[in-house]
């Protein structure tokens, strides 16, 4: 199985100030047939359920603010926040869809300072 | 709007039996592949199962694979989890949600509860 592998896994922010986190691969994700890459970015709110933020390494889901942006390779992988709201808090995930079975990063939970 | 209800969750022995539904709504669940996520109380996210949209093909999890089975019925739009011979470490709200490993999961239910204990 894939192993993910977050840091830092707890993260205290200050509004307005950039963030980001790491995720990182026990294998390469990306599909050599069709060049994508399946990693995949979800925001879990307290009280939530999870939501997609960011899918295939940089593509920001429906509705997800532009201060968020995905970028990496094809073993490691950056989620950034250009600059951090308060309603960002929550623990965030990534998730590896390139093969069964989907497996998950253990969180990072972002908290503010 | 795209909705995703669970329900059939609760309080089940172990070695008992549980299955959930997952009511979809806004689309026609026939075209899309489907997942079952769980998350056990304060830990993370753990993938369950999927199902294709094009020949409902299934794919597990090693830890369910054997006991958990999910199924559809297109006609009533509805996903669900059949789930056997539970254990204690199945405890978890159990989250559906739409996408599988070729779609990101972009739609999530709220969940429900499944708690395991004698």
């Known amino acids: 199985d894939i192993v993910l592998t977050q840091t830092p896994l707890f993260l205290p922010v200050t509004p307005g100030e950039p963030a980001s986190i790491s995720c990182r691969s026990s294998?390469?994700?990306?599909?050599?047939?069709?060049?994508?890459?399946?990693l995949d970015w979800y925001l879990q709110k307290p009280g939530q359920s999870p939501q997609l933020l960011i899918y295939?390494?940089?593509y920001r889901a429906s509705g997800v603010p532009d201060r968020f942006s995905g970028t990496g390779s094809s073993t490691e992988f950056t989620l950034k926040i250009s600059r951090v709201e308060a309603e960002d808090v929550g623990i965030y995930y990534c998730v590896q869809r390139i093969e069964f079975p989907l497996t998950f990063g253990p969180g990072t939970k972002v908290e503010i300072k | 709007e795209v909705q995703l209800l669970e329900s059939g969750g609760g309080l089940v022995q172990p070695g008992g039996s549980l299955r959930l539904s997952c009511v979809v709504s806004g689309i026609t669940l026939s075209r899309y592949g489907m997942s079952w996520i769980r998350q056990a109380p304060g830990e993370g996210l753990e993938w369950v199962s999927s199902?294709?949209?094009?020949?409902?093909?299934?794919y597990y999890g090693g830890s369910v694979k054997g006991r958990f089975t999910t199924s559809r019925d297109n006609s009533k739009n509805t996903l669900y989890l059949q789930m056997n011979s539970l254990r204690a470490e199945d405890t978890a709200v159990y989250y559906c949600?739409?996408?599988?490993?070729?779609?990101?999961?972009?739609?999530w239910g709220p969940g429900t509860l499944v708690i395991v204990s004698s």
């Open positions: 295939m390494l940089g």
């Open positions: 199902i294709s949209g094009s020949d409902s093909t299934t």
């Open positions: 949600a739409k996408g599988w490993r070729r779609l990101p999961h972009d739609y």
């Open positions: 294998k390469s994700v990306s599909d050599n047939d069709d060049g994508n890459t399946y």
